[in-house]
């Protein structure tokens, strides 16, 4: 099982629009995915051991060794096929 | 028409778990979501509100005592708790007029697109909760359902045009074009930083002072996590309680579960009105086909930028000192330390990443936010309470959101003073500061001087 870290300002209200559009995504694509959900505050300490850090927004603040997505399309609903895509491309 | 009424009010006694399955289950019809759909997400936003409360009463039972002790033996006089603005959410949505301001700030929404008054097409219907709640609390006061819509239709009016004023900053900044942020938690700042800033530039030397602090984020970061903020901050307030040793270690433990639970809970909120925003985000873009405007967005999405968390971390150990000597506070900020970045990441933008100017500014922000939290937590304390939150324990609740940020408390204030002087006032002052923007900034509508709506 894949797992994925969503981060945004507060691990709330953004990064859960997000985390259920993914999971929503991988059921779709038969991905069997794990979705936590964090702030980006927490990153730095949070997101070793995980496949892929997805954020809702820009992110500037720290170092992480993970691939980072950025979703800000999940948002908005412009390029939203896109960024999934790009998204399951490195969970399949 | 009598059982209309008597059926309503046996509701009303029962509180929020069972209006929210209603509430909510109205809400998302009124959108067109399926009946099943819609009753699940008011059922799961019960839940979240069952949650929140036994978070309330952990944070209220454990750390109330221990600020009042703190009160005597120190004279720091701050009883006032701070439950965080998701708890403040959790009460603002199972408020019974909720579906009635939801639906007056959409609409409002929807009259000034259409009239092309703002730009922002705003169906967050989440944040929506930031507007909602001074309607709420001047409901509260007035007993007066048209006043308080007023006052949600006002607010909404402010946080569409403060959006469309940040927004050119934002996408300079930030770097996110077609988007603006219509969430009055980071909009507020922009009153006090826009003509503070203005006002830097003008004197000499100082207009000149930056600094960079990279290290910050390596010194400071641990509080940008919850866990420890949580656990030092109990600790703290144990130990100017003058507790046992044990019984300090355990209200920092029993803090940092507050801190880590209270969001947990709120994204039960966020869970339920999902598929409600999402019908709503639909059903106006179909209406507004065609039409270039700005998407209102969360300003989640601009919280990541590094100097605004490098701000913020330095501001959270600074407002808790503030706090302490602020004449006439009593807040003890706690729960919403968390969202310290909301509440600067405009102020950043304005400043254009100037860190002195940021940090200085930023802590004028958050005073500004615990003054007007001391003055209105009586209010909101009583509203809580109405909902069932038991309170008792401690000497009364505030956070940093709600009528604690500055466009919100001058809103209420506005609302609940003699409305034949005050709305006059609060009316010439919009429109005031709305003409002299979109007359000096026009195409470079950058600055959101909104001077003139501190004076109200």
Redesign the interface.
Known sequence: MKKVLV???????????VA?KIREACKENGVDVSVT?C????V??KAEGYDLMV????????KVNVPVVGA?SL????GEEETIEKILSYLK | MEIIYSVFNTLLGAGPIVLLPIIITIIGLIFRVKVIKAFRSGLIIAIGFAGIKLVISLLSDNLGPAAKAMVQNFGIKLDILDVGW?AIAAVTWSSPIIPLLIAGILLTNVIMLAFKLTDTLDVDI??YHHMAIVGIMVYFVTGNVFIGLGAAVVMAIISFKLADWTAPAVEKY???P??SLPTMSALSSVIIAAPLNKLIDQIPVVNKIDFSAKDA?KYL?FF???IFMGLILGAGIGALAEYKLTDIFALGVNMAAVMILI?KM??LF??GL?PI?EAA?KLT?EKFKGRKFL?G??????????T??TT??IIIPLTILMAAIIPGNRVLPFADL??I??RVALVVALCKGNLFRSILIGLVCTSAILLAGTATSPVLTGLASSVGIDLSASGGISSFAATSLTVSYLVYTAFVSNLMISLPILAAVIIGVWIYIEKNYKGNKQDGGAEAIKEV
């Open positions: 981060a945004c300002g507060n691990g709330i209200a953004t990064s859960t629009v259920e959900q702030k980006l505050m927490e730095e300490s954020t809702t927004g820009m992110f500037t603040g720290g800000i948002l908005t609903g412009f | 998701g989440w944040n930030f770097g996110i077609g988007i984020q970061g940008g996590e919850p969001p709120t994204s966020m869970e999902m925003s985000k873009k998407i967005l969360d300003a989640a999405v601009v919280v990541g930028d590094s605004v968390i913020a971390l968390a969202v970045p909301f």
